[in-house]
Each structure stands twice: as C-alpha cells, then as structure tokens.
C-alpha cells in the first residue's frame, strides 16, 4: 500500500478517536452538563448527522479543489471544533460542535476514500479501505480506551483536548504525503464525469442496495457500542475502570476484522457476507442474554468487533464498488452509509434506555442486523454479482 494511504489512516485515527470516544464518556458529559445519559448519548447521533449531511455536501462542494488543499481544510476546522468543545459550558453549543465537526469529518472522509482507491489498482479497492479504516480500528483499540482513561482521571473535557492535539500530527502528515502528483485522477468513461451524472448513480439498485445493508450493519454496531459502558457497569457489575478494557477488547476485534476483510472483500466478499453476518445476528442475540456474566460479555464484545467490522467493511468496499462511475462523489457514498446507521442507531438504542435495564441498545443492534440479514441473503448476486467464469464483479 502506498506510504500516503498511511498517512491518511493516521488522519482518521485522529477523527475516529473522536467520534468513538463518547462510548466511554457519555456518564460524566451528563452529570457535568445536567442532561440525561439519553441526551447526552444522542451526541453521537449529532455527530452522525453531521456526517450524512456533511458527507455528499462537502464532496461535491469540494470535488474539483486539490485533495491536498481540501483535506487539510477539514483538519483544521475539525481541530478548531474540538477545542470549542473541551471550553464550552453549554450542552447546545457542544452538540452545535459536534455536528460541525462531523461535517469536516464527513468531508475528509469522502475525499480520503477517494483519494485512496484512486491510489491503488482498480481491484483493490476492499484493501484501500482497509488500510484507511484501520485509523479508526487504531482508535477504538487506544484512542477511545486511553480518551476514557483521561476523562476519568482529568475529565472529558481533557480528552478533547487531546483530539485537538492529534490533529497537528495528522496535518502535517496530509501537507508531507499527499503531494499534487500523487493526487489521483479519474480514468475511464467515467472521467470528468459531471456531478448530475455521479448523482444519477444512486439510482442503480446495486449501489443503493449495498449502502442499506451498510446503513443497517453499522446502526446496529454504534447502537450497542454508543451505550457499552452502562452495559459494563450496571448490567455485568463491572467496575468503571472496566470501561476502557471493554472498549479495548471491542477495538482489538475490529481490527482483525477489518483486515481480515480488507485480504478477502475484493476477491471473495460472498463467503463473508454468507458466513460472518449471520454470525453478527447471532451474536447481538447472545450478548444480550448473557450481559450479566461478566467473562462471556467479554469474549462476545470481541468476536462482534471482529464480525461487525468484517461485515461492515465488506459492505462498504462494495458500495465504492458500486459507485465506481462516480469518481468523486463514490466516497461521499459510502461515507453516507456509514453514517445513516451511526444517526440512526443511537437514536433508536436512546429510545429503549430505562431504569430497570441498560440492554435496550443491544436488542436495537439485534433488530437492525436482523433486518439487514433479512435483506443480505436474497441480494448478494446483486452486490457481488459474478461474471461467466464464477469471479465477483469489481
């Protein structure tokens, strides 16, 4: 993989941190602003809107500007939101920060993914992906862990802090690697392809399809990720200092996850797909059963890191797939995807949260695997169709 497709992973670690790292703040953000857990946890949702809205809005705001030039802008400004967020007393204005942080994240996520593909042959798209999402594995197995560390020694407004300082590394990073030359260019029919035709890609049933599953996927994921640490804490009777291994645990799996992928998506996504999401359903289910024994919430919060990521990602690789005719506008796409259910999730898990039990989230995530497992089975030849010698169509 080129030395530049690291160097953007170290970006997104940075934006991933951030947008994970409310996992394990979200109790000490309530008791210090006077909101309710609910609220405070619908922070995460701001934050996901900000990146459905911000995701097709700066992509095609942005899509003929440098990559270098952009990326960098959406640094700074995302830099500049965190430091608002750790000094503010006020709940609106942090959830104002959040979603326009979320915009900026939005922003550089749609132009890095397209960044990267276009930086590696066309049939390794799944390994691009995998090599930019595991800046965001790399954050929930030490960013979010440490930020929930820091927020309980020092306060949360520390840890926003910290995300502001990671950022500088990650610029200069951006300014270092991403030179003009090595900023990629459409090819193909699709080149210079204009934004009302990029757009019309959204009707084809392939592409559409493949961000469902993925919005779907990715609900149930931050539906029980968002609310763990009450899980941890009330459910299984776990100490707070629980918390971060837990978030550990979960990020350690995605990684494996996500690379695991990232070797097979673009060769043999089916088996994937065929095996691991089914698995994903069944593991929400049994998660929620046993939450109460502390070893078995463990070892379940692992193995559905590791299948939530696998899955997740195999969606998204095929959505960049699916959109590969919209050369500008394809990350925009699958960062939507992402985000729908990153929006959705929290929101519905908020929903079901009561005094009597902390396991509403985690039959959200249930639900929502479950739909989209409804859905997977019936539609894989359309996703990953196959060509007449039996390979899947990139």
């Known amino acids: 993989m080129p030395f530049a497709l690291h160097l ?23 008791t210090s602003l006077d909101v309710s857990v609910g609220s405070a946890g619908l922070l995460t949702s701001a934050f996901a809107v900000g990146m459905i809205v911000g995701s097709p809005l700066m992509a095609a705001f942005a899509r003929r500007w440098p990559a270098r030039t952009t990326l960098l802008g959406f640094v700074v400004i995302f830099t500049l939101c965190h430091v608002v967020a750790a000094t503010t007393p006020s709940f609106s204005v942090l959830f104002a920060t959040r979603v326009l942080a979320a915009v900026a994240n939005a922003g550089f996520l749609a132009v890095a993914l397209t960044t990267a593909t276009g930086l ?3 049939n390794q ?5 995998a090599a930019l999402l595991s800046g965001t594995t790399i954050a929930v197995v030490a960013g979010v862990p440490a930020g929930a560390l820091l927020g309980t020694a020092m306060g949360w407004r520390a840890t926003f802090w910290a995300v502001a300082l990671l950022c500088v590394p990650a610029a200069v990073g951006i300014l270092a690697g991403i030179r003009p030359r090595s900023e990629p260019t459409a090819e193909g029919p699709a080149a210079g392809a204009s934004l009302a035709f990029e757009l019309a890609q959204l009707r084809k049933p392939r592409l559409l399809v493949a961000m469902l599953l993925g919005a779907f996927v990715n609900g149930g994921t931050f539906a029980a990720f968002t609310f763990l640490a009450p899980v941890v804490t009330e459910t299984a009777g776990l100490d707070e200092v629980w918390v971060p291994l837990a978030l550990v645990v979960f990020g350690i799996g995605s ?7 990232g070797r097979l998506s673009d060769r043999r996504p089916r088996p994937i797909l065929g095996v691991a999401a089914p698995l994903l359903f069944l593991g929400w289910l049994a998660l929620a059963l046993v939450a109460t024994h502390p070893v078995l919430l463990l070892i379940l919060v692992f193995v559905q890191g590791i299948l939530a990521f696998a899955v997740g990602s195999t969606l998204i690789a095929r959505v960049l797939y699916a959109a590969s005719e919209a050369p500008t506008m394809g990350g925009s796409y699958a960062t939507a995807a ?6 959705a999730g929290p929101a519905l898990a908020a929903l ?40 899947v169509v990139r």
């Open 8 to 30: 953007l992973a170290l970006a997104v670690f940075a934006m991933g941190t951030s947008e994970f790292m409310l996992a394990g703040l979200v109790p000490d953000i309530a």
């Open 120 to 122: 590696v042959a066309p």
């Open 125 to 129: 798209k799944g390994r691009a992906l």
């Open 255 to 261: 990684f494996i996850g996500v690379t695991a992928a």
């Open 338 to 343: 992402l985000n729908i259910g990153a929006a």
């Open 352 to 391: 079901t949260l009561s005094d009597s039990s902390d396991l509403g989230p985690v039959w959200v995530a249930s639900l929502l695997t479950g739909l989209a497992l409804l859905m997977l089975l019936p539609s894989v030849g359309l996703i990953a169709p196959r060509n007449r010698s039996g390979e």
